[in-house]
Nanobody, 127 residues
């Protein structure tokens, strides 16, 4: 059974930083893309960042470029999201997701591209 478990969420003041982690079990994601999505209250879930399986290429939503950094550790089967310069509008539940093995995409920014999802972790940024 494949599981993705997020951790690292919490409450932080605007301008602060948080690091989210996602631990995968049940299969290796070394040859799959991993991504982060978020859902703010009253809004649909939205793409945040992704990291591919070919050369670990990274992809970001415009709203987080320059502030967030996604990375992966294939040996530990984990993916992380370093979030700096946080803003109140970053407040959301953050979800980790993984694709099937060797899925190709130009952006990995669509929910349908992901087969596996975590339960989410809450990030709250106070002003």
């Amino acid at each position: 059974q494949v599981q993705l478990v997020e951790s690292g969420g919490g409450l932080v003041q605007a301008g602060g930083s948080l690091r989210l982690s996602c631990a995968a079990s049940g299969r290796t994601f070394a040859n799959a893309a991993m991504g982060w999505f978020r859902q703010a209250p009253g809004k649909e879930r939205a793409f945040v960042a992704a990291i591919g399986w070919i050369g670990s290429r990274t992809y970001y939503a415009d709203s987080v470029k320059g502030r967030f950094t996604i990375s992966r550790d294939n040996a530990k089967n984990t993916v992380s999201l370093q979030m700096n310069s946080l803003k109140p509008e970053d407040t959301a539940v953050y979800y980790c997701a993984g694709t099937i093995t060797r899925r190709y995409s130009d952006t990995y920014s669509h929910e349908y591209e992901y087969a596996y999802w975590g339960q989410g972790t809450q990030v709250t940024v106070s002003s």
